[in-house]
């Protein structure tokens, strides 16, 4: 079985990135993101009531009403969006708030840990203005060769 991340954790990052890509303070319906980012409109606006809740993601109620970003965009990292909708991230289940009694003999415990740091550290490492600044390198054109 391959460890993945749920549809939540997914949709949420999805949501916070379109989210973050549009300018200014502009507020943005929840079934807008879902058109765009196809992902029902539903499971769109739960995710982002719950991420409301965390303050990565503020709702504005009634007319002009949406969500935009909590916060700056280079202030939100991809674990913090994960952990807001899944939890703590234990890459194995020695590794959650209640550790295991059997750590100190477990001769996996150190390779879990290490394992935990370093997905940690790549999920902290990226904000939502990271991989979108990334994203858009990588879909920028081509630059026209040069003519002699």
Same mark, same amino acid.
Request: proline share 5%; glycine share 6%; hydrophobic share 45%.
């Given at each position: 079985?391959?460890?993945?991340? &749920?549809?939540?954790?997914?949709?949420?990052?999805?949501?916070?990135?379109?989210?973050?890509?549009?300018? !200014?303070?502009?507020?943005?319906?929840?079934?807008?993101?879902? &058109?765009?980012?196809?992902?029902?409109?539903?499971?769109?606006? /739960?995710? $982002?009531?719950?991420?409301? /809740? &965390? !303050?990565? =993601?503020?709702?504005? *109620? !009634?007319?002009?009403?949406?969500?935009?970003?909590?916060? @700056?965009?280079?202030?939100? &990292?991809?674990?913090?969006?994960?952990?807001? =909708?899944?939890?703590?991230?234990?890459? %194995?289940?020695? $590794?959650?708030? +209640?550790?295991? @009694?059997? /750590? $100190?003999?477990?001769?996996? +415990?150190?390779?879990?840990?290490?394992?935990?740091?370093? =997905?940690? @550290?790549?999920?902290? *490492?990226? +904000?939502?203005?990271?991989?979108?600044?990334? %994203?858009?390198?990588?879909?920028?054109?081509?630059?026209?060769?040069?003519?002699?």
């Amino acid at each position: 079985m391959a460890m993945q991340l &749920t549809r939540a954790g997914e949709y949420a990052i999805k949501s916070l990135l379109y989210l973050a890509m549009q300018p !200014g303070e502009s507020r943005v319906m929840a079934s807008e993101v879902a &058109t765009e980012q196809q992902i029902p409109v539903n499971f769109v606006r /739960k995710i $982002l009531e719950s991420l409301a /809740k &965390t !303050g990565l =993601v503020k709702s504005y *109620r !009634g007319a002009g009403g949406g969500f935009t970003l909590g916060r @700056d965009a280079s202030a939100i &990292t991809i674990c913090q969006v994960i952990e807001a =909708v899944e939890g703590p991230l234990a890459f %194995n289940q020695c $590794l959650l708030p +209640s550790p295991c @009694d059997h /750590k $100190l003999e477990c001769p996996m +415990s150190k390779v879990w840990q290490e394992v935990q740091s370093a =997905v940690e @550290d790549v999920l902290m *490492r990226y +904000s939502l203005a990271d991989v979108i600044s990334t %994203n858009l390198l990588h879909c920028a054109p081509a630059s026209e060769p040069a003519v002699d």
